[in-house]
């Protein structure tokens, strides 16, 4: 194949429909793929379903994403590639077969990849905790769920065996984007130095607008066009993994040098050991040029063998964390809002609060920086309190909220105070993280056809 272009559809679950649908229909794309998992996505949907039987798994935006999609694709015939199959791809794969129906999109071959999910064997298969060396033992009755990250291979055998859509659970995120690029241009998987390269475009393209100005503008500083109308990005890729990141044209935004040097940063903690389960990419090498207006080339960057080992990311049951937060405004309104912490510590000692951890903060003052916050600015005219608490029960952590109420008229004059509502205390799932040797994981492939 000469040349391959590549879109993205999604940085995330939440992303902006409408770009979506914008890149569907004007980028005359080859693949489209979607970016929409992420550790705190798979916590939430591992939440929704404890709590909700009927939840299906999959994408909570799932069908207004495919609404604005679908039709572009269908009559472009871009193949798609995403992991909005979450912690259900078959669920996934077979709902979209019925919107394909229903938009004429008949004869499309889908493809569910599984297997990624280890949740009960995870004991067994794993021994350390990479955030703190504990042996994964010690989460033994608290988890909810446990979930490899494939990479690009089982997408690739997907597109192999004819797939027009393929939907994946828990991929990383580059994999998404170098699979059509292994497929198509029939790479070898471990030539490190092609993957390595294809990688790297991958991670430009999957954080969505992010390489095209979006988390980026600041105002004087660094101005971007148009932001409220970024467009999302596209890659031109050659055979050597070479590729020109871009944009749809008549959108905002912006791609140049510092846009994509941000992104090639983001969530990279060594720039030259870069782990995937495909490659370790090598960033350090790579050539970055402005060849037009939105126009980025890039080239040179490396890769090393694979590892034998893939992450896994263990959802764990953590407790309960209560919050609320009220107001005031005007002069005095910090020496109020001092008062008030003072009066919630004494109250919740009172009722014998037993958190894990608790905080009482001034949004607008001290809630980022906390102490290292400057102490000599002007008193603000207003100022939100909001206190947060972790606890093991939920009945702890709503003792937060009952003390809250109690300031509507048991507090300081002018508290501004939201009416009582029932979502005041949630259950948190933390996530941990461990390694799996890559054999013991074995991805499952489910075909559909519309």
Known sequence: MAGLRIGCGAGWFADRMGPSKKI???GDLDYLCLETMAEATMSSAQLRKRRDPSYRGYDFNFDERMHNILPGCIRRKTKIVTNQGWINPEAAAERTVELLREMGGKGR????ISGNIITDD???LTDTIMEDGRPVSVLDGTIVSAEAYLGADPIVEALRQGADIVITGRVADPSLFVAPMIHEFGWDPLDAKRVGQGSGIGHLLECGPQVTGGYFSDPGFKDVPDPWNLGLPLAEVENDGTAIITKPANCGGAVNLMTVKEQIFYEVHDPSNY???DVIVDFTTAD????GPDRVRVAGISGKPRT??????IACKEGFVGEDMFFYAGPGAMQRAHLARRMLEERLKEAKLDVEALRIEFLGVNAVHGPLSPTNLPEP???IVRIAGRAKSQSEAAKIAREVDGMAVSGIA???KRFPHSDRTREVIGIWSSLVAREKVKPIITMYES
């Open 24 to 26: 569907a229909e004007t």
């Open 109 to 112: 071959k889908i493809a569910a």
């Open 122 to 124: 995870v004991l067994s």
């Open 275 to 277: 782990i995937t389960p």
């Open 288 to 291: 970055l040029s402005q060849v």
């Open 308 to 313: 034998p080992t893939l992450k896994v990311s």
């Open 381 to 383: 005219y207003e100022v």
């Open 414 to 416: 002018m508290t501004g």
